[in-house]
């Protein structure tokens, strides 16, 4: 088939041509460009088949959902009763039985609070917001209890409710510390800029286990003696400041990526430092830094285990302690696979997020 | 003749009709001498074109108009406000002061009318309805009101320039600096930028203008002002300054931009 010829101008727009576009372009393209992918394309299918199986085989196919100890489980596969009979624990942690719905109920508030937080197009976004904003305090009195409401220790908290309350709590305290950190970093002011690049420096130098064995024997004896400060709002402290330490300088990164011609711009409209950084500065350098501070977010709250190694029994302290039950004996990947499917829902649901506030964020090209 | 417009008012002293007063400013860059004893005098409604090669300082007097560079020694007062470290004094001449720079320096993140009002709304507190009025009085005298709701990355680079003129616009200055406002653009895109700072000189605008653009400085400037390695090599009127240079490197400097 010739192409037609056209007189200089007159050129029309021709649609691109059809092996090019469409489901059959984008296999063509993206599956079986050249016999190198081919045979990368083939070798994978196999290799997702081989694993989509064998998991599917030992998880669901030959697997036992119930049973009270090792010896009900005679399928071969994995031996999910145990998690079963010990749902409660890795959720709950020992909160009481009876008084859990007040956990169902704060996650529940706490799913409400973040959907304003998180989109845009709310039904009465300002009333939830303010709820958001009081979230915090609804939540201390339902897991703490007051107001009519049993007290429950923080000793009790575990499993799956300490890992929110730690996540949760150091997510949203670090973001707002590391943002002040960074402008401080970057301070005019040598005093500031001291304490700012002191702190950050010795948080980032320290692993955060050696911070939490201080937040759980050290701290007792700096303080009088009979002064209880409570364990998990010590640990809380410490996983928010170090979390607040790492979001500082991804933070930076994104101030740093913010060209000073914005500043001037703004400073010269008479906006002074505070509304330049709120108005301006802010907005754009936290969009670029999304992708680092979600990292860190999914970081912080991963890191929410290693309180196992103090002796507060998150997920996987809760799992150690199951396994460690003779009915269970030689029982081990079941826990972890479950464990790490927790972890991994919450954590691809950050990303994921990120990915979409990043989409939403994009504004013509920045220039 | 030049040296008139410098003594007017000798003790400092700023009348009505005085609206910048640069006295013996210095500026140093580390150990670098960047600005030589500056004396200018604005009155108001004057417009000033500088020019000079690059790095003759001119970008950086004028930023010591709203204090983006600090100077050193001398005196810069502007509406009668003298300029020192004083944060409030700063924000207090900024707000009479607009600018438009070289890279247009738009907020990518707000809309062509949200970068118009942000000013309006945070510093002059007006309510967002006045202010949005305000911003497309403005953004239809420069000739792209209907450009408001897009974003600055979606405009050309004269729109956008355009874009920053209105936005200085509506905090109603009383001086317009410009620095080099037409440097970054697309040969076809400066005439629509100076035709919008031609109209703003028609109307009467105090206007400092840091460009190389000589066809403009012949058609508004009151006074061109020539600079070199840090100091006001000359100032005259535009006839007398293009038709009859005084010194060497002013003649110098112009037979390099005006034939190639």
Same mark, same amino acid.
């Given at each position: 088939?010739?192409?037609?010829?056209?007189?200089?101008?007159?050129?029309?727009?021709?649609?691109?041509?059809?092996?090019?576009?469409?489901?059959?372009?984008?296999?063509?393209?993206?599956?079986?460009?050249?016999?190198?992918?081919?045979?990368?394309?083939?070798?994978?299918?196999?290799?997702?088949?081989?694993?989509?199986?064998?998991?599917?085989?030992?998880?669901?196919?030959?697997?036992?959902?119930?049973?009270?100890?090792?010896?009900?489980?005679?399928?071969?596969?994995?031996?999910?009763?145990?998690?079963?009979?010990?749902?409660?624990?890795?959720?709950?942690?020992?909160?009481?039985?009876?008084?859990?719905?007040?956990?169902?109920?704060?996650?529940?508030?706490?799913?409400?609070?973040?959907?304003?937080?998180?989109?845009?197009?709310?039904?009465?976004?300002?009333?939830?917001?303010?709820?958001?904003?009081?979230?915090?305090?609804?939540?201390?009195?339902?897991?703490?209890?007051?107001?009519?409401?049993?007290? /429950?220790?923080?000793?009790?908290?575990?499993?799956?409710?300490?890992?929110?309350?730690?996540?949760?709590?150091?997510?949203? /305290?670090?973001?707002?510390?590391?943002?002040?950190?960074?402008?401080?970093?970057?301070?005019?002011?040598?005093?500031?800029?001291?304490?700012?690049?002191?702190?950050?420096?010795?948080?980032?130098?320290?692993?955060?286990?050696?911070?939490?064995?201080?937040?759980?024997?050290?701290?007792?004896?700096?303080?009088?003696?009979?002064?209880?400060?409570?364990?998990?709002?010590?640990?809380?402290?410490?996983?928010?400041?170090?979390?607040?330490?790492?979001?500082?300088?991804?933070?930076?990164?994104?101030?740093?990526?913010?060209?000073?011609?914005?500043?001037?711009?703004?400073?010269?409209?008479?906006?002074?430092?505070?509304?330049?950084?709120?108005?301006?500065?802010?907005?754009?350098?936290?969009?670029?830094?999304?992708?680092?501070?979600?990292?860190?977010?999914?970081?912080?709250?991963?890191?929410?285990?290693?309180?196992?190694?103090?002796?507060?029994?998150?997920?996987?302290?809760?799992?150690?302690?199951?396994?460690?039950?003779?009915?269970?004996?030689?029982?081990?990947?079941?826990?972890?696979?479950?464990?790490? /499917?927790?972890?991994?829902?919450?954590?691809?649901?950050?990303?994921?997020?990120?990915?979409?506030?990043?989409?939403?964020?994009?504004?013509?090209?920045?220039? | 003749?030049?040296?008139?417009?410098?003594?007017?008012?000798?003790?400092?002293?700023?009348?009505?009709?005085?609206?910048?007063?640069?006295?013996?400013?210095?500026?140093?860059?580390?150990?670098?001498?960047?600005?030589?004893?500056?004396?200018?005098?604005?009155?108001?409604?004057?417009?000033?074109?500088?020019?000079?090669?690059?790095?003759?300082?001119?970008?950086?007097?004028?930023?010591?108009?709203?204090?983006?560079?600090?100077?050193?020694?001398?005196? *810069?007062?502007?509406?009668?406000?003298?300029?020192?470290?004083?944060?409030?004094?700063?924000?207090?001449?900024?707000?009479? *002061?607009?600018?438009?720079?070289?890279?247009?320096?738009?907020?990518?993140?707000?809309?062509?009318?949200?970068?118009?009002?942000?000013?309006?709304?945070?510093?002059?507190?007006?309510?967002?309805?006045?202010?949005?009025?305000?911003?497309?009085?403005?953004?239809?005298?420069?000739?792209?009101?209907?450009?408001?709701?897009?974003?600055?990355?979606?405009?050309?680079?004269?729109?956008?320039?355009?874009?920053?003129?209105?936005?200085?616009?509506?905090?109603?200055?009383?001086?317009?600096?410009?620095?080099?406002?037409?440097?970054?653009?697309?040969?076809?895109?400066?005439?629509? *930028?100076?035709?919008?700072?031609?109209?703003?000189?028609?109307?009467?605008?105090?206007?400092?203008?840091?460009?190389?653009?000589?066809?403009?400085?012949?058609?508004?400037?009151?006074?061109?002002?020539?600079?070199?390695?840090?100091?006001?090599?000359?100032?005259?009127?535009?006839?007398?300054?293009?038709?009859?240079?005084?010194?060497?490197?002013?003649?110098?400097?112009?037979?390099?931009?005006?034939?190639?």
């Amino acid at each position: 088939m010739a192409d037609a010829t056209y007189q200089p101008g007159q050129h029309p727009d021709l649609p691109p041509p059809p092996s090019t576009t469409g489901v059959v372009g984008w296999v063509r393209n993206n599956l079986l460009s050249s016999p190198l992918n081919i045979f990368l394309t083939v070798v994978s299918g196999l290799l997702v088949y081989f694993v989509a199986t064998s998991v599917y085989e030992w998880g669901f196919a030959n697997a036992d959902f119930s049973g009270a100890s090792r010896q009900d489980c005679t399928s071969g596969g994995a031996c999910w009763a145990l998690i079963n009979v010990r749902f409660g624990q890795f959720i709950y942690g020992f909160y009481p039985e009876a008084q859990r719905w007040r956990v169902n109920l704060a996650f529940v508030g706490l799913v409400v609070a973040l959907w304003p937080l998180l989109f845009d197009n709310v039904p009465a976004r300002k009333q939830l917001l303010w709820y958001a904003g009081a979230y915090p305090i609804i939540a201390f009195v339902l897991l703490l209890g007051g107001f009519g409401l049993e007290s /429950v220790e923080t000793a009790k908290f575990g499993g799956f409710l300490l890992t929110m309350v730690i996540g949760v709590t150091g997510i949203a /305290v670090s973001l707002p510390l590391g943002i002040v950190l960074a402008l401080g970093r970057r301070s005019d002011m040598l005093f500031i800029r001291t304490i700012c690049i002191g702190f950050i420096e010795f948080i980032r130098g320290v692993p955060l286990i050696t911070l939490l064995f201080v937040a759980s024997t050290l701290l007792s004896f700096f303080l009088p003696p009979g002064t209880t400060f409570n364990l998990l709002l010590r640990v809380l402290i410490m996983v928010t400041l170090f979390s607040s330490a790492y979001l500082a300088e991804v933070v930076r990164g994104g101030l740093q990526a913010i060209p000073v011609g914005q500043r001037e711009a703004a400073e010269s409209l008479g906006l002074g430092y505070w509304r330049t950084m709120y108005l301006i500065i802010l907005p754009q350098a936290l969009k670029i830094s999304i992708p680092g501070i979600v990292n860190s977010f999914i970081g912080l709250f991963k890191d929410t285990t290693l309180v196992a190694i103090i002796g507060l029994l998150d997920p996987l302290g809760i799992g150690r302690a199951a396994l460690a039950d003779t009915k269970w004996q030689g029982l081990s990947s079941e826990v972890y696979v479950f464990v790490a /499917v927790l972890f991994f829902i919450f954590s691809f649901g950050m990303s994921r997020y990120s990915l979409y506030l990043e989409k939403k964020l994009e504004v013509g090209h920045a220039s | 003749m030049s040296e008139a417009h410098v003594t007017e008012t000798p003790d400092g002293a700023p009348s009505n009709d005085v609206l910048i007063q640069i006295i013996g400013m210095h500026k140093w860059y580390g150990s670098f001498h960047v600005l030589k004893d500056i004396n200018l005098t604005v009155r108001r409604g004057e417009r000033i074109v500088v020019c000079g090669p690059s790095g003759s300082g001119k970008s950086t007097m004028i930023r010591c108009i709203n204090r983006l560079e600090e100077h050193q020694r001398g005196k *810069v007062i502007v509406e009668g406000i003298e300029l020192s470290n004083d944060l409030k004094k700063i924000d207090e001449v900024r707000r009479e *002061v607009g600018m438009v720079f070289q890279q247009f320096n738009l907020f990518p993140h707000l809309t062509v009318l949200e970068n118009c009002t942000l000013g309006p709304i945070w510093v002059r507190k007006l309510p967002k309805v006045e202010a949005e009025e305000i911003a497309m009085r403005y953004l239809e005298r420069v000739k792209i009101p209907e450009q408001a709701a897009k974003y600055p990355g979606q405009l050309s680079g004269g729109q956008q320039q355009r874009v920053a003129i209105a936005r200085s616009l509506c905090m109603s200055p009383n001086v317009m600096l410009f620095d080099e406002p037409t440097s970054a653009l697309d040969p076809e895109m400066i005439k629509e *930028v100076l035709d919008v700072m031609i109209g703003l000189a028609e109307d009467g605008m105090t206007m400092l203008v840091v460009s190389h653009e000589m066809g403009f400085a012949r058609r508004v400037a009151d006074r061109v002002i020539f600079m070199d390695e840090g100091e006001i090599i000359e100032q005259n009127e535009p006839h007398a300054f293009f038709e009859n240079p005084q010194s060497d490197r002013t003649k110098l400097f112009l037979s390099q931009i005006l034939n190639h």
